[in-house]
């Protein structure tokens, strides 16, 4: 595998005949999996009124894996902002960061990570997050998590925390060019969102790269791959476990809503499709096959991390897929 640290996205899923407990037990044991391992980050998702996915609040599911596990950073991939007031996310990282120093990652994304009737509910006012408050508020969440703080009316100081020793990492997380502009215009770490974006993942660093303006935090581009992968003991098995994260994706696509069903329940959909010209995963096959192809990935898009997000009926099979990368 590439010699560049491999990193887990998850999302709690929920696959056919679990309830949401079920779905955050199986996310603690991949997380505390992918720490004996050796993996450099555990991120977790949020998305909202999707009965296939439990990562609702990455803050809180951040501390349930940061408690259990020992040195692996944990964060969120990402934090949706338009759903939340930046002070309010920037006091709760502090405080993660305060409880698990040196550990812990803030992910931004410009999405709400859910249908425009949940996305309503999720926030106090009707009105969308535009372009300049998306920006403004990125800046004052760097501000916040940093030494400064930021000047307000009356000469105040207002900081997220009152006593920081350490900051948690910033990240900006997308899957368009834009993201990647303001993350070098910014000076943040950039994390592509490959698993479902459909630009060409090398053009989009590229355009990071050159126009990376160095900060206060960050002096040279650092940039992360995030795709989807699974891994088989054959070709074929590896299809047949990916064949939920097909019709997960169909689902999307179709707004059906259900829980994740089981490769026999998938396989019998599909071939009742009589196939689709996509896969929900984007690279599946063996061992060599996964490591060769994540390797000409990394080399292309010239980045310094990579993530996976595997969807699978089962933990193990997310367990095995990642066992095989670090």
Not at 61 to 83: D, H
Not at 292 to 321: H, K, N, P, W
Request: net charge negative; with cysteine.
């Amino acid at each position: 595998m590439s010699r560049v640290p491999v990193s887990v996205l998850d999302l709690a899923t929920v696959r056919s005949g679990w309830s949401t407990a079920d779905a955050l037990a199986a996310t603690i044991e991949y997380a505390r999996a992918a720490d004996r391992l050796g993996a450099e980050r555990f991120w977790i998702a949020e998305h909202h009124n999707m009965p296939s996915v439990a990562a609702t609040t990455p803050p809180v599911l951040i501390a349930a894996v940061a408690a259990r596990t020992e040195r692996i950073r944990v964060g969120s991939g990402g934090v949706m902002l338009p759903n939340h007031s930046p002070y309010v996310v920037a006091e709760q990282f502090a405080a993660l960061e305060a409880l698990y120093p040196d550990r812990i990652d803030l992910g931004l994304g410009r999405a709400p990570g859910a249908d425009q009737v949940t996305a309503w509910a999720l926030r106090r006012s009707q009105e969308g997050l535009g372009h300049e408050d998306f920006v403004e508020h990125v800046q004052l969440l760097q501000a916040w998590l940093g030494p400064q703080g930021v000047r307000v009316g009356m000469g105040t100081t207002l900081t997220a925390t009152p006593a920081a020793s350490s900051y948690p990492e910033l990240w900006l997380l997308g899957s368009s060019d834009y993201s990647a502009r303001l993350a070098a215009k910014l000076g943040i770490r950039y994390a592509y969102a490959g698993h479902f974006g459909s630009l060409d993942p090398a053009a989009v660093f590229a355009l990071y790269r050159d126009g990376f303006e160095p900060s206060a935090t960050l002096r040279e581009p650092h940039a992360m791959l995030c795709t989807s992968a699974l891994v088989g003991p054959s070709e074929a098995e590896a299809q047949y476990l990916a064949g939920p994260s097909t019709i997960n994706w169909i689902n999307i696509r179709r707004d059906t809503r259900e829980a994740l069903p089981s490769p026999e329940e998938s396989a019998r959909r599909l071939d009742a499709m009589g196939g689709v010209d996509f896969a929900g995963t984007k690279v599946v096959g063996t061992a060599d096959q996964v490591r060769s192809r994540l390797d000409d990935m990394v080399a292309d898009c010239q980045v310094q991390e990579l993530m996976v997000l595997t969807t699978a009926f089962d933990v193990q099979t997310r367990i095995d897929t990642l066992a095989v990368l670090v």
